[in-house]
């Protein structure tokens, strides 16, 4: 039936809908999905019926007539139509094969995968294996306010006789729409009638398990009431029934609206080419609410928290943060940049394939799991990133272009003019989904990035030929063990990791000012609390008993939602939660299955004043003050990282990597910008003509060693640290005054020392005009590649060109830390200086525990205590020393792509995918009765005409090797401890070793493969990972 004359469309809204299952059976235990953008109402009553059952969320679908002129009617009963819907929904997923992430080779290829129940119809093709498809059939409804009809099949897995499947039921509304409500939230297995709940033994793949989540098509046929003639609606919409969404009015940093809209943007860019271009950016359209996400999130996950939490220096929320992310001027761009640094590459774009490899650690956002698996440092796959379309209106954005005009927003559907609605719709039931990471996935996997499933004349819709039970058959079976085991870096957005509870909330806002209420909310419990718990992680052979009571007790977890705030941020709290009734804890096997030489550096020194009245009156004598600032710098991060290493995470939260330390983020702020003050010294250096020195023997220090310009002597040594041993820290950071006595011959104090800098480069700029090279700019850190302050306003990577700018590099570091005058370098800033920092350490109330590490270790003392903790020191010594000869060679690159691998994948790479959890190993190893082991930040010498890449490589493999030897295959191929628990922390230092770039030829060394072969089709059971083929 063709579309009457003057009708450009006719089509079905939203073209996919979501529908989610709750296991509430009364009349009014169901709501409407969300149909306004940006506008999540929490249903009357909450999430939750009277009898503390889960609602049901549905789907309603529109129908949409376009004219030639561009008017839009919708298709109702008081418009004077009448409507047929068909729908067919099935569940496909126990017919369909093993799950394989989207990254592993040869997934779904002859030999290679599995399916799942094989001793059913295996000979089949996996849509006719038709005794594991659920399928409704053809449903037919109409008219207004219709009774339901059900969606309803049969499953028989590996019996004879079927058990008959609930997927949810149709209706209409009173003006004739459609109604579609999911099932009822019901996993079970058929094998025993009596046992419905079997311990779940694999990740995603139970035999003869069924849930009631599914996918199908909806069609209509429209009648008009005067004419009685009838038009058939273009296309065909989407229905899924999915999981529920268990943190209300929190989005994910990629949804399925965001991943679809990049899918369809690809087409754009690649027919366009090189004249591509991503349009208009508005802030309130596009770049506030990507970056709302994290803070948002932060309610429902202990790592966005700790980094965009209401206390947090990322809390976008914060009026500031406001003010200076909206506003598009130049005083703002390095606070843009720096954010922008912060966000990881988009995987789809082959050009940051390699930058992305020194990203894959979660110091960038988002800190969640990619489409390759559960977080893994040094494999970008297993790092979820933004969308292109995401990243490249982000960069607009960082540049200052883009538009910050109000956009109209709405509560109330109705409001919406009726042009705007079917797009409204569309973007409203996607932007609450899951669209990265999709491992498998929540309301789709994997396939939702696949351009061949898509109709690209009409946007975010699925082509015909697609097949009801298509779109889900890919996710986990049943949907609560993957539900589960997603904590930490899934998806908090739907199923939430740490919260606040409800009790916790009624507590402190009835004891502090409304507005110190967000702040306050500092104690957070894990949203899963009261199941039971995996063992996997030592037994791989165990059951999943977690996977299992989430599979009974889903129900009984808790809603968040939001609550009154009266502050710039929101607040989510938990509500409405059950009370969680198991079985006692089983109980678990009695047996546990476990899992050269130093160069000694030089002293450190300061120069001698050229004169008592000039202290610098050569460019010889500035570049080796410059030089000695730099070799300052670098003596302190060895004593603050070895601290920091020290500290041991609380036994509660040792294998929760949701645990956030305050002492441990304190002291890693104070070093990240003594990396930046380093940075900041060499860039002035090399603006007047210098070259910077890090790998020397002359400049790094062995331990313990004096700090110059103090008197009495001022120790500087590698010690745990305990409160006491703070002190060390404050004597390091320790304010200068300016009429202070003199405490030495020479150089009074370091403040004397930077301030002596200062003066010599106002006098040589006097006397020189050459003084500085503008043209070494190419060749600096700068803001957006480089370390930064941990506070946004407190000062960051300075190009240096001028004396201006000179002056301005030196003074963030005396304000930040070495001679600053006062506890604050402004009052009406948010930066506190290192002493203060360690102050509150030393003086405050935190406490914390410490290792028993050894002090001042020397990497050749362990040779005769473990060969193999000497081993590891040494490729620390080795990784220590190129993190520094990678930071030399960065002042003599200039080429932008090389400059970005040497700092995402070496420079990043190494701190944190190399160097902490190699000092995270060595403090976990007893080198005597009361001692432990402990990095040594040697200096490693490196062989002339040798890569240094290679030589780390090598030391690395030899650490391999040194515990290769004392453990051995487990024969039931699940690659879990296999190697040991050692070898379980060293082959990912491993594999991010191998991922570094050559300082020559800045690729990566060929150095043949890194990971063992793993047989296909093999899952790692409760580990959120799945094996890849060779």
């Known amino acids: 039936m063709a579309l009457p004359s003057g009708w450009a469309s006719l089509r079905i809204y939203p073209p996919i809908g979501f529908a989610r299952v709750g296991n509430s059976t009364l009349d009014d235990g169901w709501f409407y999905g969300p149909e306004v953008p940006g506008y999540f109402p929490e249903p009357n009553n909450g999430f939750k019926d009277i009898n503390g059952a889960v609602k049901r969320q549905a789907a309603r679908f529109r129908i949409y007539a376009v004219a030639n002129d561009g008017k839009v009617l919708e298709i109702t009963k008081k418009n004077g139509w009448d409507i047929a819907w068909k729908i067919q929904v099935m569940n496909k997923k126990a017919s369909w094969y093993t799950f394989m992430g989207k990254t592993q080779d040869g997934h779904f290829e002859s030999g290679y995968t599995t399916l799942r129940n094989p001793s059913v119809q295996a000979k089949l093709p996996p849509d006719q294996r038709d005794k594991l498809i659920v399928d409704s059939g053809i449903q037919s409804v109409s008219g207004c306010n219709a009774k339901s009809v059900p969606l309803a099949g049969k499953f028989y897995g ?210 969640l799991s990619g489409d390759g698996g559960r977080t893994t440092a040094g494999d970008p796959s297993t790092f979820a990133s933004v969308t292109e379309l995401q990243y490249d209106r982000l960069i607009k954005w960082s540049e200052g272009s883009f538009d910050t005009t109000a956009v109209k927003t709405y509560q109330n559907f109705d409001d919406i003019p009726v042009e705007e609605q079917p797009s409204a719709l569309t973007k409203a039931a996607l932007e609450a989904t899951i669209g990265a990471p999709l491992y498998p996935g929540i309301e789709m996997s994997w396939n939702a990035e696949d351009d061949k499933i898509y109709d690209f004349n009409t946007p975010f819709t699925i082509k015909p030929e697609v097949n009801a039970g298509d779109l889900t058959r890919f996710l986990s079976l049943p949907w609560q063990s993957d539900f589960y085991m997603c904590r930490s870096y899934w998806w908090p957005s739907a199923r939430p990791d740490t919260v606040v509870t409800e009790e916790d909330y009624n507590i402190v806002s009835q ?381 003599h690159v200039e080429k932008y792509s090389n400059r970005q691998n040497l700092v995402l994948k070496n420079m990043y790479g190494i701190m944190m995918g190399v160097l902490a959890p190699l000092a995270k190993f060595l403090v976990s190893q007893p080198i005597s009765n009361t001692e432990r082991a402990a990095p040594c930040f040697g200096y490693y010498e490196f062989k002339q005409g040798v890569s240094e890449l290679k030589q780390v490589q090598d030391e690395m493999a030899a650490a391999i090797n040194a515990y290769v030897s004392v453990t051995k295959e487990t024969p039931d191929q699940v690659a879990v401890h296999d190697y040991g628990a050692m070898l379980e922390t060293l082959l990912p230092i491993q594999t991010t070793i191998n991922n570094l770039v050559d300082l020559n030829s800045f690729e990566k060394l060929d150095v043949g493969p890194t990971k063992k072969f793993k047989l296909p089709g093999v899952e790692n059971r409760g580990a959120k990972g799945f094996a890849k083929g060779a």
């Open 511 to 891: 004891s502090v000012t409304p507005a110190n209420i967000a702040k306050k909310l500092n104690d957070r419990k894990p949203w899963e609390r009261g199941l039971h718990q995996n063992y996997t992680d030592v037994y791989s052979d165990q059951p999943l008993f977690a996977n299992t009571d989430m599979a009974k007790n889903w129900h009984k977890l808790g809603f968040i939602v939001q609550r009154p705030s009266f502050g710039p941020e929101p607040i989510f709290v938990e509500t409405q939660r059950g009370i969680i009734h198991r079985p006692g804890k089983e109980t678990l096997p009695a047996q546990h299955t476990p899992a050269k030489s130093g160069v000694v550096g030089g002293p450190l020194k300061l120069p001698q004043p050229d004169s008592k009245n000039q202290p610098i009156t050569t460019i010889e004598s500035l570049r080796t003050h410059l030089q000695t600032a730099m070799a300052i710098e670098l003596a302190t991060i060895p004593l603050y990282l070895f601290g920091m290493y020290s500290v041991k995470i609380p036994d509660e939260y040792a294998n929760d990597p949701r645990y956030y330390d305050p002492v441990i983020g304190a002291i890693r702020g104070v070093v990240a910008e003594e990396m930046l003050h380093l940075s900041l010294a060499g860039n002035v250096l090399l603006a007047v003509g210098g070259n910077p020195k890090l790998y020397d023997p002359r400049y790094i220090p062995s331990y313990p060693a004096f700090m110059p310009g103090r008197v009495p002597k001022l120790w500087l040594q590698l010690r745990k640290a305990s409160k006491a041993n703070i002190q060390t820290f404050i004597d390091v950071e320790k304010r200068e005054k300016t009429d202070a006595p003199p405490e030495s011959d020479e150089y009074e104090t370091l403040g004397q020392f930077y301030d002596a800098i200062k003066i010599g480069l106002k006098y040589l700029s006097s006397q020189n005009h050459k003084l500085f090279y503008p043209e070494s700019a190419a060749f600096q850190f700068a803001p957006g590649l480089g370390y930064q302050a941990k506070e946004r306003d407190a000062g960051g990577s300075v190009v240096v060109t001028d004396l201006d700018t000179a002056l301005e590099a030196l003074s963030i570091i005396v304000a930040q830390g070495e001679g600053s005058p006062g506890p604050y370098d402004d009052p009406d800033k948010l930066e506190k200086d290192h002493y203060d920092v360690f102050m509150d350490l030393r003086f405050g109330p935190a406490q914390w525990e410490v290792y028993p590490v050894v002090e001042n270790p020397v990497t050749p003392d362990y040779f005769k205590i473990d060969r193999r903790i000497y081993q590891v020191s040494l490729t620390f010594d080795a990784a220590y020393c190129f993190l520094l000869r990678t930071i030399e060679t960065l002042w």
């Open 158 to 367: 590996s019996k004879t006789e079927p058990t008959d499947v609930y997927l949810g039921e149709a209706r209409t509304d009173e003006q004739g729409r459609l109604v579609v409500l999911a099932g009822r939230g019901l996993s079970k297995s058929i094998a025993k009638e009596d046992d419905p709940y079997p311990y779940i033994m694999t990740d995603f793949d139970s035999p003869d398990w069924i849930d009631d989540t599914c996918d199908g098509w909806i069609t209509a046929t429209i009648t008009s009431t005067a004419s009685g003639k009838s038009v058939d609606a273009q296309g065909k919409a989407r229905v899924i029934g999915t999981t529920p969404k268990f943190a209300n009015g929190i989005y994910a940093p990629t949804s399925l609206y965001d991943l679809m809209e990049e899918v369809y943007e690809r087409k754009k860019r690649a027919a366009q080419g090189d004249s591509y271009s991503v349009g208009d950016v508005s802030w309130y359209k596009h770049i506030w609410p990507l970056l709302q996400r994290p803070p948002l999130l932060s309610w429902v996950n202990g790592q966005a928290n700790g980094g965009h939490g209401p206390n947090s220096a990322g809390n976008f929320f914060d009026e500031g943060w406001q003010n200076s992310l909206s506003d598009k001027s130049k005083v703002h761009e390095a606070i843009r940049k720096g954010v922008i640094m912060r966000m990881r590459l988009p995987e789809t774009n082959k050009k940051y394939d390699s930058a992305r490899a020194g990203q894959a650690y979660p110091y960038f956002m988002p800190w």
